[in-house]
C-alpha cells in the first residue's frame, strides 16, 4: 500500500489522490489500510517518512565519522546533489510547493525528517571538526545551510518557475561540488590546517 500510494502521489499530488486509488493500485482492503494506517492522512505521513528517512540515510553516513572536511563534505555534496536532480525528487518538490499549504501538518513532517535532518546531521559533523581544531565557525547551523546552498544552487527556484536546468553529467556535479567545497573550506579551515585541506597558506 505505501509503494503504490508513493507512485500515485507523484502521478496526481496529494489532494487528487483518493484512498480508492491506493486500494485499486495496491489490491488491498480500506479496512486493512485503516488498521494499519487510521486513514488517508495516516498513510501520507507513513510514506513520507519511509521515503524521507530511505534519501537521508546514505547522505548522513559520511556525516557520521571523523573523516576529513574535503573528504566527508565532498562526499555528502555529491550524493546530494546526484539524489536532488532525479526526476522523482523534482516532481515531489513540485508537489510541495503548489499544493504544500493544503497539508501544512505533514509538510512540516517531511521537513522535520528529511532536510532539517539532514542539515542538523551536517551542523553536528562541522561542530566535531571545529572541536578538532580543523576550522573555525561561529554558527554551524548557519555554515551547514550555507553549503547545502552553495551545492543546490538555484535548482529549487527554477524548478518551481517550470523551467529546470538540463540534467547535469556526473562529471558537472563533481566540478560543482569540488568548487563549493574549495570555497567553503578556505573561508573555514584554520592556518594550521589550510594546507591539509588545499587552501594554501
Not at 566535531?128 to 565557525?137: A, E, M, N
Not at 554558527?139 to 523551467?163: C, T, Y
Not at 563533481?174 to 594550521?192: H, K, N, P, W
Request: charged residues 25%; contains cysteine; aromatic residues 8%.
Amino acid at each position: 500500500m505505501m509503494d503504490a500510494a508513493w507512485t500515485l502521489i507523484l502521478e496526481k499530488g496529494f489532494s487528487g489522490l483518493t484512498l480508492n486509488d491506493v486500494i485499486s493500485r495496491s489490491g488491498g482492503s480500506r479496512t486493512t489500510l485503516y488498521e494499519a494506517f487510521g486513514g488517508k492522512d495516516g498513510l501520507f505521513e507513513a510514506v513520507m517518512m519511509e521515503r524521507c528517512m530511505e534519501f537521508s540515510a546514505e547522505l548522513h553516513i559520511s556525516l557520521e565519522t571523523d573523516l576529513p572536511p574535503r573528504d566527508a563534505l565532498t562526499d555528502f555534496g555529491t550524493k546530494l546533489a546526484k539524489k536532488i536532480v532525479t526526476e522523482e525528487v523534482s516532481r515531489f518538490t513540485q508537489i510541495l510547493y503548489s499544493e504544500g499549504q493544503h497539508f501544512l501538518p505533514l509538510i512540516e513532517k517531511f521537513f522535520e525528517i528529511g532536510p532539517d535532518s539532514t542539515r542538523k546531521h551536517l551542523s553536528d559533523y562541522l561542530s566535531r571538526q571545529q572541536k578538532l581544531g580543523r576550522i573555525t565557525i561561529d554558527n554551524p547551523d548557519h555554515a551547514a545551510e550555507i553549503f547545502e546552498a552553495m551545492v543546490i544552487g538555484d535548482w529549487q527556484s527554477r524548478l518551481m518557475k517550470h523551467n529546470p536546468r538540463p540534467p547535469m553529467t556526473n562529471e558537472q556535479i563533481e566540478q560543482r561540488v569540488s568548487c563549493a567545497v574549495d570555497i567553503f573550506l578556505c573561508g573555514l579551515t584554520t592556518s594550521d590546517h589550510r594546507d591539509t585541506v588545499g587552501c594554501g597558506s
